[in-house]
């Protein structure tokens, strides 16, 4: 009975002690500041999920309870969204700016899958050495996606197109960034390529589709 409590108490103490030192970024970016309050929202429902545990000890329920069992389940659930909102907090503005771009101008009018691919390869190259190390650097680079990716223009003129035509196409790419981002999208990191045609070191998958007046398959490859 007293394992979980104990195991709770020090991931709870290990969580509020780390987040600051291990994520001091300008706390004038809005992701950033967004995160630090989604992070925070996430520790009073553990804190409350921890309360009600321990309320539902003193009444002679055991851990074996489904009641317990249910307030360790959200304990967990609030932890593991803690650590996705750490891994978004280490993307400025600029970098979710920039990738939504890349991802509506390469599968923005495609489907949630496509666009959660696309966003997941560049940020594969982020990660990969032989590659830029910042989203910009990635789209920027000759010969691979389009510089205009990573401008304000372009950005704006989706919003615009959107705002006019009563779409939502940018919002569509931004929540598939921000999945990547937080870590929440299944595709091994060695997949750094993604085309209309095979490429790199084999086809780690092929994603067929049509929207009725346009076709085509995206083969996402190993590097």
């Not at 970024?25 to 309360?51: F, G, P, R, W």
């Not at 593991?80 to 771009?101: F, G, N």
């Not at 990547?180 to 084999?202: E, H």
Request: charged fraction near 15%.
């Amino acid at each position: 009975m007293r394992k979980f409590l104990t195991a709770t108490l020090l991931c709870m103490a290990l969580t509020v002690t780390m987040v600051p030192a291990a994520f001091a970024a300008d706390t004038a970016d809005s992701n950033y500041t967004t995160c630090m309050a989604a992070i925070q929202e996430q520790k009073v429902i553990q804190d409350q999920a921890h309360q009600t545990a321990e309320s539902l000890r003193q009444k002679g329920y055991d851990d074996s309870s489904a009641y317990i069992q249910a307030a360790q389940s959200t304990w967990w659930a609030a932890q593991d969204e803690i650590v996705a909102y750490q891994k978004l907090s280490k993307y400025t503005d600029e970098d979710i700016r920039i990738l939504t771009t890349a991802v509506f101008y390469e599968a923005g009018h495609t489907t949630e899958q496509l666009r959660e691919y696309v966003a997941q390869v560049v940020l594969n190259r982020v990660a990969d050495s032989r590659f830029p190390d910042t989203v910009k650097g990635v789209i920027t680079q000759p010969g691979q996606y389009a510089t205009k990716y990573a401008t304000q223009a372009a950005t704006d003129s989706i919003k615009s197109a959107d705002s006019q035509n009563g779409t939502y196409y940018y919002a569509m790419c931004e929540a598939a960034v921000k999945k990547a981002m937080m870590g929440q999208v299944d595709m091994p990191s060695n997949v750094l390529y993604q085309a209309n045609f095979a490429q790199g070191k084999g086809v780690w998958q092929s994603v067929y589709f049509n929207s009725g007046w346009y076709a085509s398959t995206s083969y996402f490859c190993y590097g």
